[in-house]
């Protein structure tokens, strides 16, 4: 029953009651007949007494929908979710239900989302002072070792080469980390734009090209240079940068780093292949997480978080990336964007 109809009946019922009763005393303090002032008073007792249990059964129907509407928000406290009313016993009532039910799930999955964001950042300020503490301490040790009078010119300039890439460490991290942050709390806006992915990737290369050319690296070129996607050039840069970089980091001297282009259905595919070091098979799915540095990689710059952020990246645009390596021999990441 609607509000308005309810609130009808009620209305209808006092109306009824209140007549009843000015009729009644009318009546009694009247001159008519005592046989039919009996009638009339038996009458209004009745129509008075329908009257009563009428709004007592509806009183009670509107405590059993109270109760119910109670009973189904106490489930959802205690985490039992069940159905109170039948979908076939009032519309009303199982659409009242299932809007509950529906504003309960939404409070859980934003519940859930909160703690999530909360664990990733006390996981990231972890990572962060564990990161830190390396370079700083060296540093420390460093300064301290410079106060001693007695050193040799070689050695003190030995420390302050050495603090000079604690220092250098420290940069690089620092930028890194904050890359992160703004790609990990969606600061990141994606300014995406059709045009050729070639042109993009050449920039990333003209990035790596210096260092790429005093370790002798030739850079080569293969595929559909035609190929539009719909990117973001300055975030996919990055991303195509730290592989590429990666890619000369962990190759020798005198090897070739090949570049391929080619579009699929719904993706494009951009490879990059190097000669270097290789990755072991047990290792591959363990470089895209954050701060993971691979063995045998003290003496070479970095701190672990280019391919993180590349795949953090990729992902925001819709894409992946797939690594196919050979220990000693070198490795491919397939960079995929949607096309779209
Ligand atoms: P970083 O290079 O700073 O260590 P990355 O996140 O870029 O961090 O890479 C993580 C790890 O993956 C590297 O430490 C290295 O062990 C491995 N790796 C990445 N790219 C290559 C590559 N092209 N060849 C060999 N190993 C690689």
Known sequence: MSNSVKRLVNSAIALIFILSVSFLILIL???????????????????????????????????????????????????????????????????IQYQIMKLSDILKSQSKKEKLEKEKITAL???????????????????????????????????????????EKLNWLMEALIKMSRLETGLIDLK???????????????????????????????????IRVNH??????????????????????????SLFLEKYELFCRIDISDEGSGIAEPDINKIFTRFYRGDNTNYIEGVGIGLFLSREIIA???????????LGKGSTFSVFLPVE
């Not at 709004?55 to 129907?61: D, E, T």
């Not at 830190?132 to 050193?151: E, G, Q």
């Open 29 to 95: 303090f009247s001159n008519i007949q005592s046989d039919f002032k009996s009638l009339i008073i038996v009458f209004i007792v009745s129509l008075m007494t329908v009257c009563i249990v009428f709004y007592w059964l509806m009183s009670k129907q509107v405590n059993i929908i109270l109760e119910g509407l109670s009973e189904t928000i106490q489930n959802m406290i205690n985490d039992s979710p069940m159905n109170t009313f039948s979908e076939l016993d009032d519309m009303m009532l199982s659409k």
């Open 316 to 326: 925001e645009q819709g894409g992946y990336i797939k690594v196919k390596s050979n």
């Open 125 to 167: 300020i972890s990572d962060i002072s564990h990161q830190l503490r390396t370079p700083l301490s060296n540093l420390n040790m460093y300064n301290n070792l410079l106060f001693d009078n007695s050193l040799s010119e070689v050695k003190k300039n030995e420390f302050l080469k050495n603090m000079q890439s604690q220092i």
């Open 192 to 226: 995406c734009q059709r045009i050729p992915i070639l042109q993009t990737l050449l920039q990333a290369v003209n990035m790596v090209a210096p260092k790429a050319e005093k370790k002798s690296i030739d850079i080569t070129f293969k595929g559909d240079e035609s």
């Open 232 to 257: 973001d050039t300055k975030w996919t840069q990055e991303a195509m940068f730290n592989i590429l970089d990666n890619a000369v980091k962990y190759s020798p001297e005198n090897t070739v780093i």
